[in-house]
């Protein structure tokens, strides 16, 4: 059974930064691709970043390009969203996501295994 189980929300001021962790476990996670998106109150879950694990290849969304940065470990099972100049737009709960053969990849319905999720909140 997939968990991806993330840490490493919290409250932070505009232009801070945050790093998002994603614990993956019960499966090989080598095809898949791994997202990160976030719902804002009132708001559609939106994408934000993604990576293919067996490439290393990145996506992002234009809104996070240039200061969010995906990563993974392979060791740990682990992908990380690093987050810089945070701004209070950024504020919503972030969820990772994997799935298998995802074809398009910031297509939140591609993603078939998602996290519990973690706040973020950017004061301004």
């Known amino acids: 059974q997939v968990q991806l189980v993330e840490s490493g929300g919290g409250l932070v001021q505009a232009g801070d930064s945050l790093r998002l962790s994603c614990a993956a476990s019960?499966?090989?996670?080598?095809?898949?691709?791994m997202g990160w998106f976030r719902q804002a109150p009132g708001k559609e879950r939106e994408f934000v970043a993604a990576i293919r694990w067996s490439s290393g290849s990145t996506y992002y969304a234009d809104s996070v390009k240039g200061r969010f940065t995906i990563s993974r470990e392979n060791a740990k099972n682990t992908v990380y969203l690093q987050m810089n100049n945070l701004k209070p737009e950024d504020t919503a709960v972030y969820y990772c996501?994997?799935?298998?053969?995802?074809?398009?990849?910031?297509?939140?319905?591609?993603?078939?295994?998602w996290g519990q999720g973690t706040q973020v909140t950017v004061s301004s």
């Open positions: 996501a994997a799935g298998l053969g995802v074809a398009n990849i910031a297509r939140r319905h591609e993603y078939g295994y």
């Open positions: 019960g499966r090989t996670f080598s095809y898949y691709a």
